[in-house]
């Protein structure tokens, strides 16, 4: 959904940061809402969350650790913060 899903939907409430790595598009084009850093961030979290499956060193507490991480870095842009919501509410109650 970071790096594929086009919508014309903003949700953002602040406004985009200067800098490419933080840029994102604010209006109602369609277009990509997750600037390039939540698409480069994004990888590494889905890695992670797969990987736990599969590798037992893997503890809770890292994934709550990264999750709250996420969450706080989520919060530069509205939109990324409504996409990993369901994320967050699952892992939450696990």
Known sequence: MFRHFQTSIDFGIAASP???WLK???????SLRI???GQVAILPLITLLLAR???SSITPHIIHGVLIIAFF???LNTNATVYLLPIFLIEYNR
């Open 53 to 55: 499956n599969f590798v």
């Open 73 to 75: 870095l989520s919060l």
């Open 18 to 20: 200067n800098g490419y």
């Open 24 to 30: 994102h598009v604010i209006g109602n084009t369609k």
């Open 35 to 37: 600037c390039p850093f």
